[in-house]
Each structure stands twice: as structure tokens, then as C-alpha cells.
């Protein structure tokens, strides 16, 4: 499928790659893998053709189409959303707009005449073409692909320029999957992702027909999608079965061996070293001490990398808090004018009763909208709720971090005076030690803030907020510019951290040692606690949607404190009589639209391949008037057949919806 042969690049005097060689196979799953700057971005734009090599080449067949999703960079505007996805099958879109046009010269012509039998000819072979496409599902194809990736229908008419940085990213997404290229390049596509946006990409990909190049810092993703991995080390290419995890034990294994071979080797060398030394003045050993010394110069060293020694952090001793932590009582958060103008009231969320205890480590998860940042900006105090009461304990100390607090940090100093100022006396460790767990080695630490990238000053944001003593955690995706030793480094601080911990993520891995609850945010819902992580809250979302909404183990947050008073039977009785008049009076004329419009898609779908059964027989082909009959009762009926997927889509999601709000 693709063939990497010598590849040469450099920056300046840097040679990132020399002689890089492998391939890619078909419906391959390969992780490329190594530390920040090790090349591996570098790379898959050589392989995207965004970047030149300096020398080698790529190869791959003439019908092989490259796809590539950069980690940041990309802004659309000046076309809608649904029309720059629908711009993946550009393809099917000129058959379609030449089978138009072909069809309009058709009608000028004699049906007795020899032109008119040729642009027939044409027609039916560009139809036969279009029919590989499937054309009609590609309306309801486009609309499954957006709402997985988290836009909502009225988005589709809106014009892209007005989506921000991280919605850019899951457009040119959402337009990579529906163009389905034979090769699938993704270099970090869960950065700009929520936690459902995420669950579909990777059910997306498990079912992708063609390979797929990813780089991820997501271990969970990569144990389930990949099944070889390709490590880069100072210009140089190791090739590992099996998934990332696998991959993470053989290296172990292997640095482990070269290890011991350079323990023997450096003896050797002490060896030969105290030999030359020992009879260099003595002329009987001239010879013996001119072979050791040549000997020495052949031999290729063994290097272990400083990056891969094991590096450890450990926050600063948290002062003691008391057992409350942080409050919340019917806690509400509106934005906007109540009074209903200038756009109206958007609720964020409203009632909200939670009490978080000493010692509590949750993680907070959702879709992007819910309001988990807002909740963390409430729940420290940064932020005052629109009603409600909020709370913290008289010996809380909070230390929050998100991603706009990187936009904070003073560009005329340097990385390790930033952390030094805020550094307290009698730390753990140097700031020059912590910055070098968080990627920031050697003279890294000497750079200004102004001159780093976005992910470098989070990175730096995140180093000055871990430095300072606080009991009451509150991180808002810390992972999203950390490479896997960072994470690890950071995960095994906050196993060992004694202190109180919030923590907004969808790294499955990341999280699941560290955190014994999950609270969960979705637009129109009250919040819900589970009593698990990660994957344990991800498990009761998957038995929720395959059976039904009667799960004991969540419970809405509101409902978390003691004493809140239940529902009455006659309540119950009241509420569970409107769900059914509303189940009878909206969801059952729904339920049954959607069986007529199915019915009808199967009536369509047969009368098309009749018609097409027609097309290609002698009969028709031959007779000019019937082909024409034939043809535009085929175009007549593939029409139809458009309208009814789309109204099928359409009746879909709004039964969804209904639903879910008798579910809520």
C-alpha cells in the first residue's frame, strides 16, 4: 500500500531521519511512537505530502489516496458545514452533475441518431460508476458522521469560519472519514475531542476499511486500535508487534538487554583502557598498545538515552483540610439576558446540590457545552454561581488549572523564572527538575514565554500550578500536550497525592488508577455521580443504552446529600402518567412515520435494482426509447429514494430525542 524507502530529513544541522525505512500494508494499524521531537509528526507530513523530504522517497500505487489530520492549523470558512463534508465525495458529485448534463444534451438530440446513442452509451457507463458510490446514502452518511462527532443538526447550514479551533479540527475529521482515503493519517485526533465525540471516532476506526497511521498519547485508544507499532529514536526506526502496551513491555525488555551489553561493554573498555595506559612507555608493548588503540576507535559505542531513565514528581505536602472540602447547594449558572433579549437566558445547569469530601479523587466527564468548566470555575470560587449557595471549606486551599491559563503567564520571562516565582521555598524538587518531567530539558528552560507554542505555555502553566502547595486539585485536560512519560510521571504524583482531586478528562487510561468516582455532565440533564472510574461510568453508559435507563448504580448528583426528600407515590403515579400520555401522543405517530418512511425505502430500493436489472439488459440497450424510459424512471426513483433516507434520518434523530427526555 505504501513504501517509506531511505528517507532523509533535517532542519539546519539537525538530521531528524537517515535511511528510514518500512511500509504499510493494507488495512494496517500502526502507532508511530517516541518522545516529543522525536520526529514522528515530522514524518507523517512527509507521508501527507505537506513536507519535502530531503532525500529517499515515498512510494505508493496510482489509485492509493492519503488522508492526513494535522494536530492544529486548519481553518474553513466561507462554506457551510454540510457542504464542506459533502465536499469528501467530490467524485460522486461531477458523475452526478455530468450524468446532469449528459441528460439535458440527450434531450436535444434525434433518439434515431448516432449521437444520441453514444451520449446514451455515456450515461450508462457514468451511472454504472455512480452505482458503486452508492450515491443515495451519502446524505444520511454525512449527517450520522457530524452528529457522532457532537454537531447538532441546526450546525449543518452554518458557515464554518464561525466554529472555533477545536470544532475546525473535527470538520476536516468528519471530512477525512466520509472521503474514506485508502490510508488514514491522525496525529492526535483526540485532543479536540469530548468523551462521546471519542467513544464514535473509535467505533468509526475499529470498522475502517482502509489502514491507518496514528499518533496518540491516548494509551487506551492505541491498545485498541493499533496492532503494530513503529518507535523513532534519534533517526532511527525500531518495528514492535502488537498493540502500544505491548509494545511498552518489549522496550522495557530491550533497554533492559542493552543495558547489560553496555554494563560489559564499558568493562571492556575500562579494560583495554587500563592496558594502553599501563604499557604505552614500554617499547615491547608498542604493538600490543597500537591494536588495543585502534581497537577502541573501531568499536560502536552503546548509548542510553537520559530521556529514558525513570523520572518521578511529588507534589508539594498539602496542607491539612477538614473533612468538607467544597459546597454546593441548588447552584445555578445562567448566561445571558433573562429578560429574553440580546439572544435570552442559556442555563448551563440549575439545582445542583454536591458536597465534595477530604480525600475524594473525581473525574468529570461530558460533552464540550455541558458545563464541566463551568462547574470547576464554580466549584473553586473563581466564578460565583447566577443562585444558589457556594461553599468551601475553612481550610481549603484550591489550585486550579485549565488551558486559558497558559494566555496568563508573563512573555518577558523565561520558563524557569515563571515556575521560580511561584515556587515555594523548601520544595521536593528544583524547578528545574519538575520542568524537566513536563518536556522542558536543557536549555529549554531558558526560553521565553512569548516565543513558545500553545502547548508549551500550558505545559508551563500546568508545572507553575503542580509547584504550589494546595489540598484541593481542580485540572481541566492536563494531558492534552503531554507525551506518555509525562503522563505517567503526572499519574503517579496524583495516585500518591493525599490532597482532594477534580479532574476533567476522557484519557481512559490516564484516569482509571487515579480516580474512585465519575461525575457526569450532559446538556438538559441534571448532573449524575457514578460510583467508579472511567471505565467502570463508560460500562453503565453502554448497558444504559442497550437496556434501557434502569440503572440503579448512578444517581443524580443533586440527589447525592443526605436527607434530600423522595418522591411521594402519588408524584410518581402523576409523573409516570404524563411520560405515558406523552410516549402515546408524540413518540408512537413518530414510531410509526419512521416504519412507513423504512417500508418505503425498501419498496424504493427494490424498484431501483429492477430498474437497473433493465438498464443493463440487450432489450432496453438497444431500443433508444425505452432506454430513455428506463433511465429517467431510474433518476425519478433514485430521487425518491434521497428524500425518503433523509426523512429517515430526520424522524431517527428526533425519535432519539423524544426518547431521551422521557428517559431523563
Not at 455530468?98 to 441528460?103: K, Q
Request: overall charge negative; proline content about 5%.
Amino acid at each position: 500500500m505504501l513504501a517509506v524507502k531511505n528517507l532523509r530529513v533535517e532542519f539546519g544541522p539537525r538530521v531528524i531521519f537517515q535511511d528510514l525505512t518500512f511500509s504499510v500494508g493494507e488495512k494496517e494499524r500502526i502507532a508511530f511512537a517516541g518522545h516529543n521531537g522525536a520526529g514522528k509528526s515530522t514524518l507523517m507530513k512527509c507521508i501527507g505530502g505537506v513536507l519535502e523530504p530531503n532525500g529517499g522517497e515515498i512510494t505508493k500505487p496510482k489509485h492509493c489516496r492519503i488522508g492526513y489530520l494535522p494536530q492544529e492549523g486548519i481553518h474553513i470558512k466561507g462554506i457551510t458545514l454540510f457542504d464542506e463534508a459533502a465536499s469528501a465525495f467530490a467524485e460522486t458529485r461531477e458523475l452526478q452533475q455530468e450524468i446532469a448534463r449528459l441528460s439535458a444534451e440527450l434531450e436535444k438530440l434525434d433518439p434515431r441518431s448516432a449521437p444520441f446513442s453514444d451520449v446514451l452509451n455515456q450515461i450508462g457507463e457514468l451511472e454504472l460508476r455512480l452505482e458503486g458510490h452508492d450515491p443515495a446514502r451519502m446524505k444520511p452518511k454525512i449527517h450520522a458522521v457530524l452528529s457522532g462527532l457532537g454537531f447538532k443538526p441546526e450546525d449543518f447550514d452554518r458557515d464554518c469560519g464561525e466554529f472555533s479551533g477545536g470544532w475546525q479540527m473535527r470538520i476536516a475529521m468528519a471530512k477525512l472519514f466520509l472521503a474514506e482515503p485508502e490510508v488514514l493519517l491522525l496525529d492526535e485526533p483526540t485532543n479536540h475531542l469530548d468523551i462521546n465525540a471519542q467513544r464514535f471516532m473509535e467505533g468509526y476506526l475499529r470498522n475502517y476499511r482502509g489502514a491507518i497511521i496514528l499518533i496518540s498519547h491516548d494509551r487506551s485508544m492505541m491498545d485498541g486500535l493499533t496492532t503494530r507499532t513503529i518507535a523513532f529514536h534519534h533517526g532511527r526506526a525500531e518495528e514492535f508487534t502488537g498493540n502500544y502496551s505491548s509494545y511498552e513491555t518489549q522496550l522495557k525488555e530491550r533497554q533492559e538487554v542493552l543495558r547489560k551489553q553496555k554494563i560489559a561493554q564499558d568493562r571492556e573498555i575500562a579494560k583495554t583502557e587500563q592496558f594502553i595506559n599501563r604499557f604505552r612507555a614500554q617499547a615491547n608493548k608498542a604493538s600490543q598498545v597500537q591494536s588495543r588503540i585502534k581497537q577502541l576507535a573501531k568499536i560502536e559505542r552503546i548509548e542510553i538515552d537520559a530521556e529514558d531513565a525513570v523520572m518521578s514528581f511529588r507534589f508539594p505536602d498539602p496542607p491539612a483540610s477538614t473533612h468538607l472540602v467544597a459546597k454546593l447547594e441548588k447552584a445555578a449558572q445562567q448566561y445571558g439576558d433573562p429578560t429574553g433579549k440580546a439572544g435570552g437566558l442559556l442555563t448551563v445547569f440549575k439545582g445542583l446540590d454536591l458536597e465534595v469530601t477530604r480525600g475524594e479523587k473525581i473525574a468529570i466527564v461530558g460533552p464540550n457545552g455541558a458545563g464541566k468548566s463551568t462547574f470547576c470555575r464554580m466549584i473553586t470560587g473563581e466564578e460565583a454561581p447566577s443562585s444558589g449557595h457556594h461553599e468551601l471549606g475553612p481550610k481549603t486551599l484550591p489550585s486550579f488549572f485549565n488551558q486559558n491559563h497558559a494566555d496568563e503567564l508573563d512573555p518577558t520571562l523565561t520558563v524557569l523564572e515563571t515556575v521560580e516565582k511561584i515556587q515555594t521555598r523548601g520544595s521536593s524538587m528544583p524547578a528545574r527538575d519538575v520542568l524537566g518531567c513536563f518536556l522542558f530539558r536543557g536549555d529549554d528552560v531558558f526560553k521565553k514565554i512569548g516565543v513558545l507554542s500553545g502547548g508549551e505555555r500550558s505545559r508551563v502553566a500546568l508545572v507553575r500550578m503542580l509547584v504550589r502547595p494546595a489540598n484541593f486539585l481542580i485540572l481541566d485536560e492536563p494531558t492534552n500536550h503531554l507525551d506518555m512519560q509525562s503522563q505517567d510521571i503526572l499519574q503517579r504524583a496524583l495516585i500518591d497525592y493525599p490532597g482532594t482531586l477534580l479532574i476533567v478528562s476522557h484519557n481512559r487510561a490516564f484516569l482509571d488508577p487515579i480516580v474512585q468516582k465519575t461525575m457526569e455532565f450532559r446538556p438538559g440533564h441534571d448532573p449524575r455521580m457514578f460510583a467508579g472510574n472511567l471505565t467502570y461510568y463508560l460500562d453503565k453508559i453502554e448497558a444504559e443504552e442497550n437496556e434501557g435507563p434502569a440503572q440503579a448504580t448512578a444517581s443524580p448528583a443533586a440527589k447525592a446529600s443526605p436527607g434530600q426528600p423522595q418522591m411521594s407515590s402519588k408524584e410518581r403515579r402523576q409523573r409516570d402518567a404524563a411520560l405515558r400520555e406523552k410516549r402515546n401522543k408524540v413518540l408512537k405517530p413518530l414510531q410509526s412515520e419512521f416504519e412507513s418512511v423504512e417500508k418505503a425505502i425498501a419498496e424504493f430500493e427494490a424498484a431501483q435494482a429492477t430498474l437497473t436489472a433493465h438498464l443493463e439488459s440487450p432489450e432496453v440497450m438497444a431500443d433508444p426509447d425505452k432506454l430513455r424510459e428506463t433511465t429517467q424512471a431510474y433518476e425519478a426513483i433514485s430521487q425518491k429514494l434521497e428524500k425518503a433516507y433523509s426523512k429517515w434520518e430526520d424522524l431517527s434523530t428526533r425519535i432519539e430525542k423524544v426518547e431521551a427526555e422521557l428517559e431523563g
